[in-house]
């Protein structure tokens, strides 16, 4: 008894690292090994935890630096400078209102988890922001999502660092008749998977590969950014089989 009540104020002290070695069987046997299950499984939380708020920080810092990146801003500028230059007022009206509500949206909501609606909405803001950058290039289709997932609390900045992907790596090099879709299928059983595609070149089955075997190779506490974020911010909010 003794053995449990000092391996109880060394965890009290911070240390979840205090197993019990003992070869006991009967109710010392069942309350140490109990006890070494629980300290183990505390850890565990703990360091969930703390990496989903690091997580959290990274992909809210990732937004930030996107939402203010100067390529993006400038570019923007530029945009409303031409077309008030050229008169045309209804252009610039409806471009300085889409970017009203995105740095609204972005100061609104500084939450950890928003609803799926929100995710949804916030993306489908951004995609529209960067389609009128690239008028008759880009069209953007972002779909609602289905109506028993849109309350779904969801880890914030899913949606919009994959589109700015799709743009930067792709649409932005279209001449014409580029795609971006966002849309939701719900899976067998408890899953939905939100599905953001665009057109242009196919990735090659080698880059293809190494970025699936770097998801799923990732170390815990491993820094991470960009989709491997993403993937890992989805398997602590939802399991390991999510992502």
């Given at each position: 008894?003794?053995?449990?009540?000092?391996?109880?104020?060394?965890?009290?002290?911070?240390?979840?690292?205090?197993?019990?070695?003992?070869?006991?069987?009967?109710?010392?046997?069942?309350?140490?090994?109990?006890?070494?299950?629980?300290?183990?499984?505390?850890?565990?939380?703990?360091?969930?935890?703390?990496?989903?708020?690091?997580?959290?920080?990274?992909?809210?810092?990732?937004?930030?630096?996107?939402?203010?990146?100067?390529?993006?801003?400038?570019?923007?500028?530029?945009?409303?400078?031409?077309?008030?230059?050229?008169?045309?007022?209804?252009?610039?009206?409806?471009?300085?209102?889409?970017?009203?509500?995105?740095?609204?949206?972005?100061?609104?909501?500084?939450?950890?988890?928003?609803?799926?609606?929100?995710?949804?909405?916030?993306?489908?803001?951004?995609?529209?922001?960067?389609?009128?950058?690239?008028?008759?290039?880009?069209?953007?289709?972002?779909?609602?999502?289905?109506?028993?997932?849109?309350?779904?609390?969801?880890?914030?900045?899913?949606?919009?660092?994959?589109?700015?992907?799709?743009?930067?790596?792709?649409?932005?090099?279209?001449?014409?008749?580029?795609?971006?879709?966002?849309?939701?299928?719900?899976?067998?059983?408890?899953?939905?998977?939100?599905?953001?595609?665009?057109?242009?070149?196919?990735?090659?089955?080698e880059i293809f590969y190494k970025i699936k075997a770097k998801l799923s190779a990732v170390e815990h506490g491993e820094t991470r950014s960009g989709i491997s974020n993403i993937n890992r911010r989805l398997q602590l909010q939802f399991g390991e089989d999510s992502g």
């Amino acid at each position: 008894l003794s053995r449990l009540v000092n391996a109880f104020e060394k965890m009290e002290n911070g240390d979840f690292n205090v197993g019990i070695d003992h070869k006991k069987v009967g109710e010392f046997g069942y309350l140490y090994s109990s006890f070494n299950r629980m300290a183990d499984r505390l850890k565990q939380l703990i360091e969930q935890v703390y990496e989903k708020t690091i997580l959290s920080q990274k992909a809210e810092l990732k937004g930030l630096q996107s939402q203010i990146d100067p390529h993006f801003f400038s570019n923007s500028m530029f945009l409303i400078s031409v077309s008030a230059k050229q008169g045309d007022m209804e252009f610039v009206e409806k471009f300085t209102d889409q970017l009203g509500k995105y740095f609204r949206f972005l100061h609104r909501n500084n939450r950890e988890n928003i609803t799926l609606a929100e995710e949804t909405e916030y993306a489908a803001l951004y995609a529209d922001i960067q389609a009128t950058r690239f008028v008759n290039r880009v069209k953007v289709e972002v779909h609602e999502p289905p109506q028993e997932y849109r309350d779904l609390l969801v880890p914030r900045l899913i949606i919009q660092p994959l589109i700015e992907n799709a743009f930067k790596h792709c649409l932005e090099k279209s001449a014409s008749d580029g795609t971006l879709r966002v849309c939701f299928k719900k899976d067998d059983g408890d899953f939905l998977s939100i599905i953001v595609e665009n057109t242009g070149d196919d990735i090659p089955d080698e880059i293809f590969y190494k970025i699936k075997a770097k998801l799923s190779a990732v170390e815990h506490g491993e820094t991470r950014s960009g989709i491997s974020n993403i993937n890992r911010r989805l398997q602590l909010q939802f399991g390991e089989d999510s992502g």
